[in-house]
């Protein structure tokens, strides 16, 4: 059973703050690795995807994948109110390009509530 | 580029009725999916589509389930004698084969009563 594991929070910040939401998967062969931010009753929203070891950033955030620890990170810098959502960690067992497809396991999200 | 579109996005039915879901994907995108997502849940996937032909299908997507892309366009998603535990949202995704990402659409929220 190829899982996804999430704290699944509340996990609370003040604004301005660092927030960093963390996802360890069990399938070693996982080759991408996404973030979707969720609105309660809306839809799983992309903010990054991530497929080498490393970090990735993009404006406030930042994503991190170890592939020997099997672990991913997200850190939103400067978090804001808006922020506020379920964040959901997703990983793919194949590689993004060449034809993949996004057969995506999803961990169950981390709810992120950022204080003014 | 309109988006992923589902429809209807709220349907209330009774137990035992049958319900149809139908998905738009964004235009020129030739792989289509679908999720379901019950509350304090990731999504789950269901099955996917290259163009009409269906390639996979879920454990979850029992024999009630039927999904169908007939001209590689949009597709429809069929739950037929519905039970309370069908109650979930339906997410509709699609990409292009060498994408580097899938786009969902809204969703369509399914209460069985």
């Known amino acids: 059973q190829k899982e996804v594991e999430q704290n699944s929070g509340p996990l609370s910040v003040p604004e301005g703050a660092i927030a960093s939401l963390n996802c360890t998967y069990s399938?070693?062969?996982?080759?991408?690795f996404f973030w979707y931010r969720q609105y309660s009753g809306k839809s799983p929203e992309l903010i990054m995807f991530?497929?080498?070891?490393g970090d990735k950033e993009d404006g406030r955030f930042t994503a991190q994948l170890n592939k020997a620890s099997q672990y991913v990170s997200l850190l939103i810098r400067d978090s804001q109110p808006s922020d506020s959502a379920t964040y959901l960690c997703?990983?793919?067992?194949?590689?993004?390009?060449?034809?993949?497809?996004?057969?995506?396991?999803f961990g169950k999200g981390t709810l992120l509530t950022v204080n003014p | 580029d309109t988006g992923v579109s589902q429809d209807p996005r709220h349907k209330i039915t009774k137990r035992g009725q049958n319900v149809t879901f139908r998905c738009d994907p964004i235009?020129?995108?030739?792989?289509l999916y679908w999720y379901r997502q019950t509350l304090g849940q990731g999504p789950e996937f269901l099955t996917y589509?290259?163009?009409?032909?269906?390639?996979?299908k879920s454990r979850l997507l029992s024999d009630r389930f039927s999904a169908e892309r007939p001209k590689g366009s949009f597709s429809t998603l069929e739950i037929q004698r519905t039970e309370q535990g069908d109650s979930a949202m339906y997410l509709c995704?699609?990409?292009?084969?060498?994408?580097?990402?899938?786009?969902f659409g809204e969703g369509s929220w399914l209460t069985v009563v």
């Open positions: 995704a699609s990409s292009l084969v060498n994408g580097n990402t899938i786009y």
């Open positions: 399938d070693r062969g996982s080759q991408s």
């Open positions: 991530i497929y080498s070891n």
């Open positions: 997703a990983v793919n067992p194949a590689q993004i390009r060449g034809g993949s497809n996004y057969k995506l396991t």
């Open positions: 235009s020129e995108h030739n792989r």
């Open positions: 589509f290259q163009n009409e032909a269906q390639l996979e």
